[in-house]
């Protein structure tokens, strides 16, 4: 009873945060709010026994990747957003993506009435142990790539963001005058 | 009969409340006079005295302060934005006291037959553990908590609205999220030593392994986690957020009253933690070597004797974090990043290496 009453808060105010991400006119706000849906949504995989997801969730999307956003905002200085006219079109597309979510949503629904766990088996899956275990046999290849995906924007940031010595900027320019 | 069911839904509410109030309050007046001993202790390193007027030995002064810090005027920049100018402290002080619902405060203590109360309430407990929530990744459930904590100055900076607090608060948000990667790393060998992040599996760990202590195997570890700890929660040498001589009081200069309270506190809050994670991931936690030979584990007396030793470790890492502040100077901040980045971080990643390889081996 208190599990239920639990989730709809939690769901309440990730759904609450979100439109407010949505439609609030100030970018800051509106990457605050999406703090509020990563946490609300941490809190719903805690009650659904996932305590690992829950706080990687917290960890990686709140504490590290909405850092970076909010300091790209404050540091740009954002104005309040004008509504943009000319993204019209974006309206169809949001939708059947919504549309295709929903579709995806109702299929787990029927996949899991179709083979249902034990209660035992589901609050296991949440385990570190378990999780790692998948992550690293069943699941390897995608791990993989993934991995490498990492790696790859890693070196492409430092490419990008490396600063050239005086002397070889200088042979540059002296090449580029030339 | 519904009587019955209310109760059933009650009854775990209220001791989990009244485990989380005596934890809160617990750990709340020990801060409050961590920053008492720090004006002694800091008073003592300078020659001087330090407070000594309100109380003997000025041991009321954490009150005072207090109550001064309530009855003080409310005020907010009149550019400030408002809304995330009152969030700032309250992000911080709250993911700041977060985390004390996973500290092993002590060994499980087997208690008496509960089976007196009514509706089967008591059924099948045998053991009161000294923990709130004990759950699977208690580790990364403390980590998580703190790099949200990173909010509170952040945005603390950018609402003020003022330069000296946007200075501030980026310093520490870029300090603080630069030092969590070697934090974390420097952690992860005594995870994979112990096999788990819960917190009490990690003492249960050391209380199997053969030097006792993880610090033995993991100095290196230990030192690097120090180390960032320090940069973590902004204090010396590491306190460029409010290097008074180039930002006045950092991200915070432009708070007062009991917001600047909250920020005050959430800062020894998180010295807390940190001392509580270095006690219990390198130095044992609660676990006193030899003690189960004296008293039988689980009865009363082992469980005081383990718990005053758990806090006699996080005194002394208090007292290392006021010794520190006394003795040593600023980094300039370019250093602090280099440091961080190009020294600590490559250290703790290479104490991970070689950990695993000797946990592969079976050498530790």
């Known amino acids: ?14 759904i609450a945060c979100a439109v407010l991400m949505v439609y609030h006119k100030n970018p800051l706000y509106s990457a605050i709010a999406l703090i509020g849906v990563f946490i609300a949504l941490a809190c719903i995989y805690m009650l659904l026994a996932a305590p690992f997801i829950a706080a990687v969730q917290v960890l990686v999307y709140a504490g590290a990747i909405m850092v970076l956003v909010i300091f790209v905002i404050m540091l740009l200085n954002l ?17 059947i993506l919504g549309l295709v979510l929903l ?18 088996e589901q609050a296991d899956a949440g385990l570190t142990i378990n999780i790692g275990r998948a992550m690293f046999t069943e699941y390897l290849l995608p791990v993989e790539i993934a991995g490498v995906l990492l790696l790859m924007a890693i070196v492409g940031a430092m490419v990008l963001s490396r600063r050239l010595k005086e002397t070889r900027l200088e042979i540059i320019q002296k090449e580029k005058r030339q | 009969m519904l009587m019955e069911e209310i109760i059933k839904a009650i009854f775990p509410l209220i001791v989990y409340f009244t485990a989380v109030f005596l934890a809160f309050n617990g750990v709340l007046i020990i801060v409050a006079y961590t920053v008492l001993a720090e004006r002694k202790i800091l008073g003592w390193i300078q020659g001087r005295i330090g407070p000594n007027r309100v109380g003997p030995w000025g041991l009321l002064q954490p009150f005072a302060d207090l109550l001064k810090f309530i009855f003080k005027e409310e005020i907010a920049p009149d550019k400030s934005t408002k809304f995330v100018y009152f969030l700032a402290p309250l992000v911080a002080l709250i993911c700041a006291l977060m985390p004390i619902i996973v500290y092993p405060f002590g060994p499980p203590i087997k208690t008496i037959d509960w089976s007196f109360l009514p509706y089967g309430l008591g059924d099948g407990i045998k053991q009161l553990p000294l923990v709130i929530a004990d759950f699977d990744v208690a580790l990364l459930y403390v980590l998580s908590i703190t790099s949200v904590g990173v909010y509170g100055i952040a945005l603390a900076g950018w609402a003020s609205n003022s330069k000296y607090s946007l200075m501030g608060g980026l310093r520490s948000s870029a300090q603080m999220i630069s030092y969590e990667l070697a934090m974390g790393a420097s952690i992860l060998g005594v995870v994979m030593m ?32 120090l180390t960032a700890a320090f940069a973590e929660t902004n204090r010396v040498p590491f306190d460029l957020p409010e290097a008074e001589t180039e930002l006045v009081a950092g991200f ?25 994670m270095c006690s219990t991931l390198f130095l044992g936690g609660w676990y006193v070597p030899g003690l189960s030979r004296i008293f039988e584990y689980g009865s009363i007396p082992y469980a005081v004797v383990s718990h005053i030793a758990f806090l006699l470790k996080i ?28 020294f600590l971080l490559p250290v703790a990643i290479g104490n991970l290496v070689f950990t695993t390889i000797m946990v592969y081996l079976g050498i530790f």
Do not use: C
């Open chain 2, 252 to 276: 915070h200069t432009e708070y007062s009253a009991l917001k600047f309270a909250l920020f005050f506190m959430a800062e020894y809050v998180n010295m807390f933690t940190v001392s509580v």
């Open chain 1, 1 to 14: 009873m208190i599990t239920t009453a639990l989730f709809f808060l939690f769901a309440g105010f990730a």
């Open chain 1, 79 to 95: 104005e309040e957003d004008r509504p943009l006219t000319r993204l019209r079109h974006l309206y169809l597309i949001g939708s």
């Open chain 1, 103 to 120: 579709v995806q949503t109702l299929f787990i629904f029927y996949a899991v009435k179709k083979s249902p766990q034990s209660a035992q």
């Open chain 2, 194 to 225: 112990a096999g788990s992040l819960s917190l009490t599996k990690i003492i249960e760990a050391q209380t199997r392994y053969p030097t006792r202590w993880f610090i033995i195997p993991q100095f290196i570890g230990f030192i690097v986690f």
């Open chain 2, 315 to 342: 005194f002394f890492f208090l007292f290392l974090y006021i010794w520190v502040r006394g003795t040593l100077p600023r980094f300039r901040f370019d250093q602090l990043m280099s440091f961080g980045w190009k």
